[in-house]
């Protein structure tokens, strides 16, 4: 990842819905991130965040593409 390549948070939820979207994200050929704040913050020694959510991020290049199957697999 280079300084042109920013990253776009695409869905916030759980962990396990968050990692399978991630899953299967990476199957269609797009990288994503997790960011747990709450976990984070844990770490440093301060609390941040909402425990239990996680935010999915892509490259800004992927979002279009990414936005449409999250949004499919959430209509099934």
């Not at 396990?16 to 976990?39: A, P, R, T, Y």
């Not at 909402?50 to 999915?56: K, M, N």
């Amino acid at each position: 990842m280079n300084e042109q390549d920013k990253l776009v948070q695409v869905f916030s939820g759980s962990v396990v819905e968050v990692e399978l979207l991630k899953n299967q994200l990476e199957d269609i050929g797009i990288e994503s991130m997790l960011k747990d704040e709450f976990q984070e913050g844990a770490h440093a020694g301060f609390g941040a965040g909402i425990p239990g959510v996680v935010d999915l991020y892509v490259f800004e290049k992927d979002v279009v593409q990414a936005l449409a199957f999250i949004e499919k697999e959430h209509e099934e």
